[in-house]
């Protein structure tokens, strides 16, 4: 049997054409039933660490810290090399020698794993020389920053194993990337939910009193991480083998086509390093201006500026309570949105630099159409959803109805911009194919500004949902004007195609909404409190709110409802 490195480009080749015998489409389902399977893990994650962890300080310290790795994940192996790298690859793989693409896969890897090394051991020197030299710091901050500590190796194994997944997706490989997430959400539910146990952390119990074995908790959660992330860099191992791809130290990987994606990066990486600064920044201000307990036991309420007392905006455990609400409205958008977005863009990079982008706008154009399907009713179902999904899933263990109340507040204003959040996974990924990487990077300050003028003034007034309000503003202006943007940067996209489906599919989530109304008003919808009931409420919102939205655009004929259907085969 040959190498199927030694398979001649042409060969080679057919595996990026392949898609246009099977539909993007299909490849975005296949992503979305693991990712539903990987986000559902991630929904029994989050309730067992709201069980055993609640809202307070070790809570709100543990998410804080694991947003940095994360935050390289998104800005090295999801965000800037990996948008830069993927159109490269599929064009090399397309046009060139199988051998020469796979070195410039592996001199991609091995810069990577040297830049990703490096940022690893100047940050654990930064932040045990930080704890070393500082003796004044809130006990909160100092457990994040030792957690920070432990997980902060995991950078390179995310960002490696993202960036491996986008090799496997260029050769139209996307089960294991899809698949490896999984492993962490199995790792932590394992860890938490047995670790918990023992600890005796199953109860309500003051938080003085949890503090100590929930920190215990925490630290064994953040091992794990590290053991995870292992284990998804060898699920992908097999698929690599099977495409080609080998690991080798490449003696000169400062390549023509290296220096190229690096040119191509520096935009990118600054546009994904100010969307995540935003997130990080957002995480900084809600530990910034929370109440807290300092470490005599006083409870500070207020600080101090130009010599006046100002009120601390945002309850203790602001932090863990947002990144729940910002884990429920991710849901939706993991299992499709992004989905469909990893599938879509070796597509719309290989077709989009060929002299006719015809086919590069009508993938786009359904690409959009198959968001909007999804986003519109996502948002207002989950505005509609929210209080007995929050009551059943969360209110249990440490987390009280009061936590559970602040969270629903927040995620009815990231709920409500969905539909931008899911049409921004496919825009972004236009711009990038056709090598416009500098608007990514205008609009993402644009939006960080956004973001900050209009949460900052309304945390006196609303409290942390505010951050979620800034968070919903920023991104709809941001989908709408680079949407604008880049019809014009491609001479049209002919989005009047899309005026009838989008108004059918308003008309459809307007009906849905309208039903669910209703429903929760008419005697059939159960009362009281209580488990069953917010169960009973849940499902009969579920089920009919799918029913009527489902049911309103095949009366419609919603054109994308036929291809994201199961087909019927016809037998000879």
């Not at 490195?5 to 898609?19: L, N, R, T, W």
């Not at 070796?346 to 086919?359: C, H």
């Not at 990231?414 to 608007?439: E, V």
Request: hydrophobic letters at 55%.
């Amino acid at each position: 049997m040959s190498d199927p490195v030694a398979v001649s480009s042409g060969g080679f080749a057919e595996q990026i054409d392949k898609p246009q015998a099977k539909s993007f489409l299909a490849h975005a389902k296949l992503i979305g039933l693991l990712t539903l399977g990987s986000r559902l893990l991630g929904l029994g994650r989050e309730i067992v660490a709201a069980h055993y962890l609640g809202t307070g300080l070790v809570a709100s310290a543990f998410t804080v810290a694991f947003t940095i790795p994360n935050l390289f994940r998104k800005l090295f192996g999801e965000g800037a090399l990996s948008a830069a790298f993927i159109p490269l690859y599929a064009q090399s793989i397309r046009h060139d020698h199988a051998a020469k693409a796979n070195e410039f896969a592996a001199a991609s890897v091995n810069l990577l794993c040297a830049i990703l090394l490096g940022i690893t051991i100047v940050g654990e020197i930064g932040i045990w020389g930080f704890l070393l030299l500082s003796s004044t710091l809130y006990p909160d901050l100092i457990l994040t920053l030792k957690l920070t500590a432990i997980m902060l190796p995991y950078v390179l194994l995310i960002c490696g194993g993202a960036f491996l997944s986008g090799i496997l997706q260029v050769h139209h490989r996307f089960g294991a990337p899809a698949a490896a997430p999984i492993i962490l959400n199995v790792c932590h539910i394992l860890v938490l939910g047995i670790g918990g146990s023992i600890l005796h952390l199953g109860h309500k119990m003051p938080e003085a009193e949890a503090i100590g074995p929930q920190t215990k908790l925490a630290y064994a959660g953040a091992f794990v991480v590290l053991v995870a992330g292992v284990m998804q860099v060898m699920v992908l191992l097999p698929g690599l083998r099977a495409t080609g791809f080998r690991f080798h130290l490449v003696p000169h990987f400062w390549t023509p086509s290296v220096k190229r994606m690096l040119k191509l990066t520096v935009p990118v990486a600054l546009g994904a390093g100010v969307l995540q600064l935003s997130v990080l920044l957002d995480k900084g201000i809600a530990m910034a201006l929370m109440q807290r307990v300092d470490a005599l036991g006083n409870q500070i309420t207020h600080f101090t500026m130009f010599g006046h007392w100002i009120r601390l905006p945002m309850e203790s455990g602001a932090p863990r309570r947002l990144d729940v609400a910002q884990f429920l409205y991710q849901f939706p958008l993991g299992v499709f949105a992004i989905a469909l977005a990893t599938a879509i863009f070796p597509g719309l990079s290989a077709d989009a630099l060929d002299q006719d982008r015809e086919k590069f706008k009508s993938v786009l154009r359904q690409g959009l159409e198959a968001t909007i399907w999804e986003g519109l009713p996502a948002s207002l179902g989950l505005i509609l959803v929210q209080g007995p999904a929050i009551r059943l899933l969360f209110q249990h263990g440490q987390i009280s109805a009061h936590d559970a109340e602040l969270i629903g507040k927040s995620v009815i204003f990231y709920a409500a911009a969905i539909w931008a959040f899911s049409m921004l996974q496919i825009i972004n990924r236009a711009y990038y194919a056709i090598h416009d990487t500098t608007t990514p990077v205008v609009m993402s300050v644009v939006n960080i500004v956004l973001n900050l003028v209009v949460e900052l003034p309304l945390l006196w007034w609303m409290g942390e949902p505010a951050m979620a309000v800034g968070t919903m503003v920023s991104f709809a202006v941001q989908a709408l004007v680079m949407l604008w943007l880049l019809d014009r940067r491609v001479d049209g996209l002919d989005l009047k195609k899309l005026l009838i489906p989008t108004l059918k599919m308003m008309l459809a989530t307007a009906l849905m909404g309208v039903v669910l109304v209703g429903l929760q008003k008419s005697a059939i919808y159960p009362r009281g409190t209580g488990r069953m009931v917010w169960l009973g409420q849940l499902v009969m919102l579920l089920v009919f709110g799918a029913g009527v939205y489902f049911g309103a655009c095949w009366l419609m004929r919603v054109e994308i409802l036929g291809h994201l259907m199961p087909k019927r085969r016809v037998r000879a």
